[in-house]
């Protein structure tokens, strides 16, 4: 067997992906209204490594503004050749720092491949993890793994949180899907990171909501994290060019998005 054929089943889940998320945007499911009057950025990190603790926390709070981490519980405290996976204390002191402990479910699997009543249990699961760090009366914001939506599951993502984010490359304005939510990825090469910029002008023009999300805050990233430097730059430059740096709860309630009551 080829290279190129063992690869095909592999190539073709990434097309379907790819695929359904497109027809997700296409297809909203529910549409809140961003204001476009200033303009919000919102500093988001995805599994959380430990150094996005140790690093990205430590930055954000350097200029007095707050990020928000979506967190696994089945990822606690793993040790992965290039990175190693915040532990339950480090979430802790995330959430006692004054940062946003948001939902990644609890396996961290791509929600295609999960049916609706595992699903649910997996929400469960994590939920119960999330409110033994930072318990809340309200929903949480989630962010779907692998960015990847699911048609089937929007309504019970809808239910269960304010938000859900994925990723594809864009800024929020005006009718925006809540449980597809646009962001902007920082990841390697460094070249792509500091070209991020652009996004930052491109919202100081015309406002709305930008979300970046990344993963690691080190020296030597994965492809999906960026240097202390890097991230140090672009969210001086945010604050600099007048943005509102907020997390993602603190950018709804600003938006004047609150919630109804449940």
């Not at 919000?40 to 930055?59: E, K, N």
């Not at 981490?69 to 204390?89: K, Q, V």
């Not at 009366?137 to 304010?162: H, Q």
Request: net charge neutral; with cysteine; charged share 25%.
């Amino acid at each position: 067997m080829s290279e190129r054929t063992a690869r095909l089943p592999a190539l073709i889940d990434q097309y379907a992906s790819r695929l359904e998320n497109r027809l997700i945007r296409a297809a909203p499911w529910q549409v809140m209204q961003v204001p476009t009057r200033e303009p919000i950025v919102s500093f988001t990190f995805d599994d959380v490594p430990a150094s996005a603790l140790d690093l990205g926390a430590a930055i954000l709070e350097a200029d007095g503004v707050r990020g928000t981490f979506y967190i696994s519980g089945s990822l606690e405290g793993r040790i992965e050749p290039d990175r190693t996976l915040i532990d339950l204390a480090g979430c802790r002191e995330l959430a006692a720092r004054g940062h946003e402990i948001g939902c990644h479910s609890y396996a961290h699997r791509d929600l295609r491949h999960v049916d609706g009543d595992a699903l649910v249990e997996d929400l469960a699961r994590n939920a119960r993890y999330l409110d033994g760090i930072d318990p809340r009366p309200g929903r949480r914001n989630f962010a779907y793994p692998y960015n990847n939506g699911s048609f089937g599951k929007r309504s019970l993502l809808a239910d269960a949180f304010r938000t859900c984010r994925a990723a594809g490359e864009g800024i929020n304005r005006g009718p925006t899907d809540p449980t597809f939510l646009r962001a902007v990825e920082i990841r390697q090469p460094q070249q792509h990171v500091l070209g991020l910029a652009r996004w930052i002008e491109a919202l100081v023009a015309n406002p709305g909501w930008l979300i970046f999300f990344t993963h690691d805050i080190s020296p030597r990233p994965t492809p999906y994290g960026c240097t202390p430097a890097s991230f140090r730059l672009l969210v001086g430059y945010a604050l600099a060019r007048g943005c509102q740096v907020l997390t993602v709860d603190a950018a709804l309630e600003r938006m004047g998005l609150r919630e109804q009551a449940r």
